[in-house]
């Protein structure tokens, strides 16, 4: 359930949620993050920042126009980290796992994007990606932080003062 609290600008907000599970490769998020934290299109002008709580993964921004750049950066980070257990110490969880650590330090696991009119304010043809690196469906969490101008402002008569109001989500 849900309740309604006044808060002044700034407004920060953070949730936390899973991912559908999806298998190795590079995958678009853009759409699950903006369906999963509709706050997004509550604020005018502010920051979303997206960490995810994982080692063997990543988070990118790329194009999201031609599918064939997925694979090619799948292709690309393979060669830049082989799976070849030879040339690691850390095996004991597959021999996809310590390339995928190297991945995802590689590549990163957070960003931060301008928040514009209710929408994150990515470039033509930029989307959010999630880089799985292991061979299997995993669960991959994330963390979204936003902290910005609300659009609505609502008059409190009685002291002439302008408040916003917010949903906040129950813990």
Known sequence: SSKIME????????KEFSLKQKGRGCHYITDEISKNVPEISKVKMGVCHIFMKHTSAS???NENYDSDVLLDMESGLNRIAVEDPKLYRHTMEGKDDMPAHIKSSLVGVSHTIPITNGK???GTWQGVWLCEHRDHKHSRTLVVTI?????QKQKDKQNDQNFIYLTELAT
């Open 59 to 61: 988070l990118t921004l």
């Open 7 to 14: 808060a002044k600008i700034p407004v920060w907000f953070q």
């Open 120 to 122: 994150l304010n990515l």
């Open 147 to 151: 902290n910005g101008q609300p659009f």
